[in-house]
């Protein structure tokens, strides 16, 4: 009797053309062997395989909220601060030499104690003139702020 070519295989996440999380899928032995399995994308369909990756979507959805909750915690906390003040260097019209980056918001806000990335500033261009802006921040996992921004001229 010969050996099929095919293999049922139970999907750790997600593949682009092959099925959700959880799905049973068959595809040839050499595949599985040589590409899902190396990448931790798939196990073999047992029922004790099944049982895994359902213990591994349950932790998964865990963190995912806990991450979440981290996230608001941080809205929060954003939005009770309100403002920070930059002060950069202008002429005289409130023109700057330079510009306000998404890095020199990270840094002012990681300096007062708050966990904000350069990535979270959403600021496509740098802010050229003295004012105040609303600066957007998007925090990750569909959580979004924002933060007024004060930019005075450098005293002398």
């Known amino acids: 009797m010969a ?3 095919k293999f049922d ?3 750790r996440q997600p593949v682009e053309k092959m099925g959700d999380r959880g799905a049973v899928v068959r595809v040839a032995r050499g595949f599985a062997r040589n590409f899902l399995f190396p990448r931790r994308l798939a196990f073999a369909a047992t029922d004790e395989n099944r049982r895994r990756v359902e213990g591994e979507h349950k932790r998964r959805l865990v963190q995912e909220a806990e991450r979440r909750e981290s996230l608001q915690g941080l809205k929060a906390r954003v939005e009770d601060l309100n403002s920070i003040s930059l002060e950069v260097r202008a002429s005289e019209e409130g023109k700057l030499y330079g510009s306000v980056t998404a890095r020199m918001v990270a840094e002012n806000l990681q ?3 708050y966990g904000v990335e350069e990535a979270m500033v959403v600021l496509p261009e740098g802010l050229k003139e003295i004012g ?3 600066v957007p921040l ?4 569909g959580v979004d702020s924002s933060i007024r921004v004060w930019v005075v001229r450098e005293r002398e």
């Open 9 to 11: 295989i139970l999907l």
């Open 111 to 113: 300096a007062k104690g």
């Open 132 to 134: 105040t802006y609303d």
């Open 138 to 141: 998007n925090l990750g996992g």
């Open 3 to 5: 050996r099929s070519h």
